[in-house]
């Protein structure tokens, strides 16, 4: 069973809404406007992925203030891997040494336009040059530690408050997948089928530590792999 808090204060009841935030901001314009930007002036591209990890970090700050303010320890939303150095050094460890054979080692052979046509919808997020592939690394990361602590961790956590355990593991992935409004229908299933998984794991461990890695990992994987075939698309024209 999942660790409970003493009560749904005030400061709960505002910031349950956290998890709200993410996937609002995406569906009603945000995500369509900054995709548009983007393929209007690509440059853009490296702003857009500056902003997004001050985003997701600004939710984590105000989700840890308010179990500060509350007197809640972390342990309730999966971080009490944070106690266990070997967990920490495994999750930076393991997501620096899948980022290494990413870069060094070739990726499977694909047709070009059965790519083009695959990632056509998220094409407009692949990294063009190194600089912007250090910021999507970082996005990477990001991503896999903030989304797993705002969504499978504090979300889950507050609506299994007064929830079943299922239909809170269901309301928090539809979350997380209409989070991903702009990369299309097959890639917002793709996210809520991961994220079912994560949250097996997270309820299954009690702890996000495995969650997070998985989700770095899995970034890291489509970014590389998509900065690849950019590299390989451009060498055609």
């Keep these: 069973d999942q660790p409970r808090s003493r009560g ?28 548009e930007a983007i393929l209007e002036s690509p ?10 990890i001050i985003f997701q970090w600004i939710m984590v700050g105000l989700i840890l203030l308010s179990l500060f303010y509350n007197g809640d320890s972390v342990d309730n939303i999966g971080l009490k891997f944070l106690n266990q150095p070997f967990l920490i050094l495994g999750l930076f460890g393991g997501s620096i040494l899948s980022l290494w054979l990413f870069d060094n080692f070739d990726i499977p052979k694909l047709n070009m336009e059965k790519f083009k046509k695959r990632y056509k919808d998220v094409m407009f997020l692949i990294p063009t040059n190194q600089k912007e592939h ?29 929830l079943p355990i299922i239909p ?17 229908m097959k890639n ?31 970034d890291l994987y489509s970014l590389t792999r998509g900065k690849k075939y950019f590299e390989k698309i451009n060498s055609q024209v």
């Design 8 to 35: 749904l204060g005030d400061v709960y009841k505002r910031q349950v809404l956290v998890g709200f935030i993410i996937p609002v901001y995406s569906m009603f314009g945000a995500g369509e406007k900054i995709k």
């Design 43 to 52: 440059e853009l591209r490296t702003s857009m992925y500056v902003q997004s």
């Design 134 to 162: 250090n910021w999507a690394v970082a996005i990477s990361f990001t991503a896999g530690i903030c989304e797993e602590i705002i969504f499978r961790g504090f979300t889950f956590w507050q609506l299994n408050q007064f």
């Design 168 to 184: 809170s593991v269901l309301i928090v992935n539809l979350l997380f997948a209409l989070s991903h409004f702009a990369t299309k």
């Design 188 to 218: 917002m299933v793709f996210a809520f089928l991961f994220g079912i998984f994560w949250s097996m794991i997270f309820i299954w461990t009690g702890s996000l530590w495995l969650a997070m890695l998985m989700h770095i990992i899995i």
